[in-house]
C-alpha cells in the first residue's frame, strides 16, 4: 500500500519567508509525528499527533514553529519568518494508535529538504 | 534524560566481511528500541524494533540483538547493497509521547 508522502521534496526559501510543509499519513494512522534531520545529526523530535490533537510539543524549536492536523490526516508544519539555521531535512513519520503493550512502529516519509538562503 | 550514542560514526567492510555496529542507550524505562536505514536522499526505512533483554531479530542478512544497556546489528556477509546509514532509536516511559530519540548513527560502506 501507499506509504507516507510529503511535499514538496525540495523547498527553497528566502530568509524571512514563510513556508508550509505537508505530511500525508499512511491511510488509518491515527499517530503522526515531525522529526527534523540536520547535517551531521541525529533525528530530532518536533512534535507528536494523536488524532488532531498534539499530547507532545516539546521539541518545536520556537514559536516560529507551528503545526497542525485536520480530519486524523493530514498534517502541515508551519516555518514563520524562516532562518538559515532552519535548513534541514523535516521528516514525518506515523503510527498506528499505541495499544497495550505494542508500540507501534513508526514509518517514514521521504522528508522535505528545506533550504533557506 | 534519554539519550541514544551509535559506534563506530563510519565503517568500511569489504564485501564478504562481518561486522557489528553497537547503539548504547539510556532511557528511563525501555519501551523499545529500533533500527532503521537511511539511504541518502531517503527517508529512514524500518528494519527492526526489539522490546526486552535478550530479544533478537533477524533479516537476510542482519541479526539485531538487545541487552539491557545496548543494541548490536550484526552485519554477516556484507554486500555492496547493504551500504547506508543505520540508525538507532529508542522509545521510553513517561509523557504522553511515543516519541523516538535517535543515535547519530553508522555510515557503513560495503566495497565489492
Not at chain 2, 1 to 13: F, G, K, M, N
Not at chain 2, 39 to 45: A, F, S, T, V, Y
Not at chain 2, 86 to 103: M, S
Not at chain 2, 105 to 108: E, P
Given at each position: ?44 523530535f ?10 507532545d ?7 516560529r ?9 493530514v498534517?502541515?508544519?508551519t ?24 508500540f ?14 | ?13 569489504q ?22 536505514r ?8 524500518f ?5 526486552s ?18 543494541s548490536f546489528?550484526?552485519i ?9 546509514t ?18 547519530t548513527?553508522?555510515?557503513?560502506a560495503?566495497?565489492p
Open positions: 500500500g501507499a506509504g507516507v508522502s510529503q511535499s514538496p521534496s525540495n523547498k527553497v526559501t528566502e530568509k524571512g519567508k514563510d513556508v508550509e510543509l505537508r505530511c500525508d499519513p499512511i491511510s488509518g494512522h491515527t499517530a503522526l509525528y515531525w522529526y527534523r534531520q540536520s547535517l551531521g545529526q541525529g533525528l530530532e518536533l512534535i507528536y499527533f494523536q488524532g488532531n490533537s498534539a499530547p510539543k516539546s521539541g518545536l524549536p520556537s514559536d514553529f507551528s503545526a497542525e492536523r485536520t480530519g486524523g490526516s498534517s502541515t508544519l516555518i514563520q519568518r524562516t532562518q538559515q539555521e532552519d535548513s534541514a531535512v523535516y521528516l514525518c513519520a506515523s503510527s498506528l494508535e499505541y495499544s497495550g503493550r505494542v507501534e512502529t513508526q514509518y517514514f516519509g521521504p522528508g522535505t529538504r528545506l533550504l533557506v538562503l | 534524560e534519554d539519550q541514544v550514542t551509535q559506534s563506530p560514526e563510519a565503517l568500511r567492510l564485501e564478504g566481511e562481518s561486522s557489528s555496529l553497537n547503539c548504547s542507550y539510556t532511557v528511563s524505562g525501555l519501551r523499545g528500541l529500533f533500527w532503521y537511511q539511504d541518502p536522499g531517503k527517508g529512514p526505512e528494519l527492526f524494533t526489539l522490546y533483554a535478550g530479544e533478537e531479530k533477524e533479516k537476510e542478512r542482519l541479526k539485531a540483538t538487545l541487552t539491557k544497556k545496548e546489528l550484526h554477516t556477509a556484507p554486500k555492496p547493497e547493504d551500504s547506508a543505520y540508525l538507532c532509536a529508542v522509545q521510553g516511559y513517561g509523557g504522553a509521547t511515543n516519541k523516538l530519540i535517535f543515535g548513527g553508522t555510515l557503513l560495503v566495497q
